[in-house]
């Protein structure tokens, strides 16, 4: 009896590991600080404290936007709009994305730099787009493979093993369009 109490007992707690790694995904709206550039109506501050209180990040264009607008969020938690890249795990095959959004958004996947103390700026990343979808919350699930340099098809692809941050760039707004983001989820 006694020996079956402690199979038990490791079963469950076996179990219980098991269960922590599949829900180990990692929810960058409901983790991690945002931070924004370009001509939107919001700011740093009410892009945060939105998406705290709503649980939604939320961009909007000004009147005649000039230039790009570019919303990105740290793989790593950080205050600041850089940090050190992260290596997710070789079973971590996707981000799914939910997210509303009057234009074509292009998804940027910023790299760590050479010596792992930030990330990568400047010059081309590898990326994919998002389709508008002005009505309704949209999910789309994107493969890292997806992710080329340039989003080209014979493009460097993506290491996730030095995955720093993801950009979400307008580069043509037009005024009044919105990018609504519910979820970003990593696998694992």
């Not at 509303?100 to 081309?124: D, F, M, P, W, Y």
Request: glycine share 6%; with cysteine.
């Amino acid at each position: 009896m006694i020996r079956q109490s402690i199979l038990l007992t490791i079963f469950i707690i076996a179990s219980g590991f098991n269960l922590h790694e599949r829900n180990s995904n990692i929810d960058l709206v409901k983790s991690n600080i945002w931070h924004i550039a370009g001509p939107v109506n919001e700011n740093y501050e009410t892009i945060n404290a939105v998406r705290q209180k709503e649980g939604v990040v939320r961009v909007t264009a000004k009147e005649n936007p000039v230039g790009e607008i570019e919303l990105n969020v740290l793989i790593a938690s950080s205050a600041l709009n850089d940090g050190v890249p992260t290596n997710l795990s070789d079973n971590s095959r996707f981000v799914k994305i939910i997210y509303k959004s009057t234009q074509l958004i292009k998804l940027q996947a910023r790299e760590g730099n050479e010596t792992g103390t930030g990330c990568v700026h400047g010059g081309s990343h590898p990326r994919v787009d998002l389709p508008a979808s002005p009505n309704k919350f949209k999910t789309i699930k994107i493969p890292w493979t997806h992710f080329r340099q340039d989003g080209l098809p014979d493009g460097k692809l993506l290491n996730i093993h030095n995955l720093c941050k993801f950009n979400f760039v307008n580069y043509h707004p037009v005024s009044g369009t919105v990018l609504e983001i519910r979820s970003v989820l990593i696998e694992n």
